[in-house]
Structure formats: C-alpha cells, structure tokens
C-alpha cells in the first residue's frame, strides 16, 4: 500500500485541472474531456480541498491561475507527457506503407475499395501518392507502384500484370442509348471527343472502327483520364478508358459504351514494386490483395 504521506488525488481530478489551467476555461476543459462543466468544476474544487489550497482565482472575466496552481499545472503537464510517451512506447506500431500510382487509378478504382481493404487490414498505415510521375522506390520512399507500361521495369523490380489496357468508348446514356456499329463522317461529327493526356482518340478511330480521324472533329481535352470520365458522366462527350477502370459505371448504367469495337493496347497495368523491399510484410500483404482484385473489376 501507499504511505499516507505519498497518497496521489484523483486522476481524473488532476485530468480536470490540467485542462482547464490550460485553457483557462471550465467549459472548453469539459468539451476536450467530454464531461460536463459542472463536472469540471466540481473535480477542481475537490481537489483544490484535498490538498487545502487555491489553485485558480474565479474572476468576473474568467479563471486565472494561482501561484501554486501555475507551478503545480506545469509540473503535471510533464507528468502527463511522459504518461502518454509511456503509453504509447506499449502500443505495437503501425506497419506503414507507401503505394504510388495515378490519379486516374487511384480516384476510380483504388479509392473506392479502401474501406474494405482498411477495414480488413487496420494496423497497416497506407499513404497513398497519387502522382503521374514514374516513382523512384529509393528516393520517393515508395513500396508498391501500380503503373502502366511494357515489362520489364528494372533488374531490381518484380512486375506482374493486374489489368491489361483494353480501351471502349463510354459516354452518357442521354448522348446515346447503345453502342452503334457504323457510324458516317456526319454522325461523328455530332460527337465531342473528350480527350485525356494519352490522346488516344486517332488511334482509336483508326483501329478500332477501322477509319481515318474526320477532319474537324470537336474535342474537349483534360490531363487526367479520372477528368475526361466525370466530364463523360455529366454528358458532355465520349471519352476513353481502360475498361476496368469504368466497369462499375458501365454496370450501373451511369455509362454506357459507345461502340462495341474495343482497341487493345500495349501499356498494361502492373504491380510493381523492389526485389528486396524495404518493407516485406506490408509489401506482400498490399501486393497480394492488389492482384486478388483481377478479375473483380466491377466489385468495390
């Protein structure tokens, strides 16, 4: 048992004065605490009577601190600290981790299913860079990438396909009810071309529906595919995409595609990430859902 002589007063007693002799204030230390204010002040007066001193002058404007109370606020401020420093030193760390990829991916395929991802896996701390730049793993302190291009990506790097690039034509089902087979030189011109940073369009045109580009066609241009689908979605255009990426758009109706032709292109996305990662157990754990995810494109 405790000496009489070193008998501590009530924690959540000292809890109330430390708040409030640092906000000055009974409410705001009852609004950090979640207690009342009265019951602020009540812990204060109990423990200003147990150790048979004043602790705050009560003033027509507000508190202010006394002598003993300033002297006595400071030292359980550090008391305090080294609790919480304590504590903290207990808790097991969270596994951090850092997954570089595009805006576009990250805004319509990535976010969409974190929150089961999270709630699966809550000790892992994931930062997400959402960047158009090619990451470097050692200076970006990047773990996994989810990149488009061609393998193979470096001799200190493992790379594996997640999602080929087939691009379709989508737009909104008020521009157009279905996919058109045929469609002449008047009918597109009709159309606006919402085109993002990879400009596929002439490309598209000329493999996928087997023509040269109209001259004079009407475009709208954006440096993000994640850009050109919203503007899509309000019905401003067609736009291009990779077909997973809108596959929950296209399965709710919100999209619909706009020919049946499709263009396979040859900048596939891949899951990339070091050889010898700096990390090894969130990497494999991130890099695993991220490739059980093929397949299930259209499910958050």
């Not at 990506?153 to 521009?175: E, H, I, M, N, T």
């Not at 045929?182 to 159309?191: F, K, N, R, V």
């Not at 619909?256 to 596939?268: H, I, N």
């Amino acid at each position: 048992m405790m000496e009489p002589s070193r008998r501590l007063p009530s924690l959540n007693a000292l809890r109330a004065f430390e708040a409030a002799a640092r906000h000055l204030n009974f409410r705001l230390a009852a609004e950090e605490l979640g207690v009342t204010q009265g019951a602020v002040a009540q812990q204060v007066r109990g423990l200003e009577r147990d150790l048979a001193m004043q602790l705050f002058e009560r003033l027509p404007g507000g508190l202010a601190l006394t002598s003993a109370g300033r002297g006595y606020a400071a030292q359980l401020a550090r008391a305090f600290a080294v609790i919480a420093e304590a504590t903290s030193a207990l808790r097991p760390q969270p596994l951090r981790l850092t997954i570089s990829v595009t805006p576009s991916f990250a805004s319509k395929w990535l976010i969409p299913r974190l929150p089961a991802f999270t709630a699966a896996h809550p000790q892992l701390d994931l930062r997400i860079l959402a960047s158009d730049s090619l990451a470097n793993f050692q200076s970006d302190g990047v773990d996994i990438a989810v990149r488009q291009g061609r393998p193979p990506f470096g001799a200190g790097l493992v790379a594996d396909l997640l999602f080929p690039q087939d691009v379709v034509a989508v737009c909104s089902p008020k521009l157009r009810a279905g996919a058109a087979a045929t469609l002449d030189d008047a009918e597109l011109a009709q159309l606006v071309l919402l085109h993002d940073g990879h400009d596929l369009w002439p490309e598209f045109i000329e493999r996928a529906l087997a023509r040269p580009m109209p001259p004079g066609m009407r475009s709208m241009r954006f440096n993000q595919t994640a850009l050109a689908l919203d503007a899509a979605l309000a019905g401003q255009g067609l736009a291009l995409a990779s077909r997973f990426l809108v596959e929950p758009d296209l399965a709710a109706g919100r999209l619909v595609q706009a020919f049946p032709a499709t263009m396979r292109g040859s900048l596939d996305f891949h899951v990339v990430s070091a050889r010898k990662p700096r990390h090894p157990e969130p990497t494999a754990m991130v890099r695993s859902w991220l490739l059980a995810q093929r397949g299930r494109s259209d499910e958050p």
